[in-house]
Structures are given as structure tokens and as C-alpha cells.
């Protein structure tokens, strides 16, 4: 009897995420495969939901819209930041920066832009709004 991927199972597999042209982000393919276990967190939520009750030696694509994958982009969390309320005096426009929350949670940005003043954070996810594919091939369920 194959196995199938369930909540909890700890899956050997390849995998690939793409954006939907074809141009690659994360690839297993080329190298050595990805050993995970469904539900540990490694995986978003709607990929490990596409696993669910795949066996053992599947390989398959599938098309994620954004509000599947990472969400859709959201121009509201895109904000102006003052540079005196910044840690990093050294801001560059395309950089990634860390922020603390009033709650002790951190968080990063995009810098979009930044001027003498302030910088044009970009808070969404930098895949927040795009269309990806998910390529897998299943090679081994525990």
C-alpha cells in the first residue's frame, strides 16, 4: 500500500516555486531534496494543503493566485518613515530592514526610497500579489 502525505508526515521532496513566467525563486530540483515535516510550519499553509493526500512518487504543478500563495499586494502598508525614527543610519533604497513593534515583534520592510528625511517602507511580503507555481515530486513519505 503507497503512502500518502498527511498532517504531521515528514516528506523527502523536490520542489520549485516560481512566479508564473517561469522564473524560478526556490529550487530543489538541481540539487539535494527538501526533507520537511507538514505542519512544522516550513511550508505555507496552502502548500502543505496541496500535499495533503498526494503518494509517494507524485510529481505535479500547481498555479497559486495571490490570494492562495502570499496574498494580494496591499498599498496600505506601504509607509513614510521618518530617518530619526530609524536604528540604521546607513539606509539604502532596495535594502531590507528589521523593525521592533510596540509588542517586541519584529518585522521587515523594503526600502522603496529614501531621501534626507525619510524612507518609503514597503512592508508587504515581496511576493504579496503575484501569481506562483509550485512544482513537487514526492519521493519519500515517513
Same mark, same amino acid.
Given at each position: 500500500?503507497?503512502?500518502?502525505? #498527511?498532517?504531521?508526515?515528514?516528506?523527502?521532496?523536490?520542489?520549485?516555486?516560481?512566479?508564473?513566467?517561469?522564473?524560478? $525563486?526556490?529550487?530543489?530540483?538541481?540539487?539535494?531534496?527538501?526533507?520537511? #515535516?507538514?505542519?512544522?510550519?516550513?511550508?505555507?499553509? +496552502? $502548500?502543505?494543503?496541496?500535499?495533503?493526500? $498526494? !503518494?509517494? =512518487?507524485?510529481?505535479?504543478?500547481?498555479?497559486?493566485?495571490?490570494? #492562495?500563495?502570499? =496574498?494580494?499586494? %496591499?498599498? @496600505?502598508?506601504?509607509?513614510?518613515?521618518?530617518?530619526?525614527?530609524?536604528? @540604521? /543610519?546607513?539606509? #539604502?533604497?532596495?535594502?531590507?530592514?528589521?523593525?521592533?513593534? !510596540?509588542?517586541?515583534?519584529?518585522? +521587515? =520592510?523594503?526600502?522603496?526610497?529614501? /531621501?534626507? @528625511?525619510?524612507?518609503?517602507?514597503?512592508?508587504?511580503?515581496?511576493?504579496?500579489? %503575484?501569481?506562483?507555481?509550485? /512544482?513537487?515530486?514526492?519521493?519519500?513519505?515517513?
Amino acid at each position: 500500500m503507497t503512502q500518502t502525505v #498527511q498532517h504531521g508526515s515528514l516528506i523527502t521532496l523536490h520542489y520549485r516555486i516560481a512566479l508564473d513566467n517561469g522564473q524560478p $525563486l526556490i529550487s530543489t530540483f538541481e540539487g539535494t531534496p527538501a526533507t520537511l #515535516q507538514l505542519g512544522a510550519g516550513e511550508l505555507l499553509p +496552502s $502548500l502543505e494543503r496541496l500535499l495533503t493526500g $498526494l !503518494p509517494e =512518487g507524485t510529481q505535479q504543478s500547481f498555479t497559486l493566485t495571490p490570494d #492562495q500563495a502570499f =496574498g494580494d499586494y %496591499k498599498p @496600505e502598508l506601504v509607509e513614510r518613515v521618518l530617518r530619526r525614527h530609524m536604528s @540604521e /543610519d546607513n539606509v #539604502q533604497a532596495m535594502s531590507i530592514m528589521e523593525f521592533t513593534a !510596540p509588542d517586541g515583534s519584529r518585522y +521587515s =520592510g523594503l526600502v522603496r526610497e529614501v /531621501d534626507d @528625511e525619510a524612507a518609503l517602507i514597503d512592508f508587504n511580503h515581496p511576493l504579496a500579489g %503575484k501569481t506562483i507555481r509550485f /512544482d513537487i515530486n514526492i519521493i519519500g513519505i515517513m
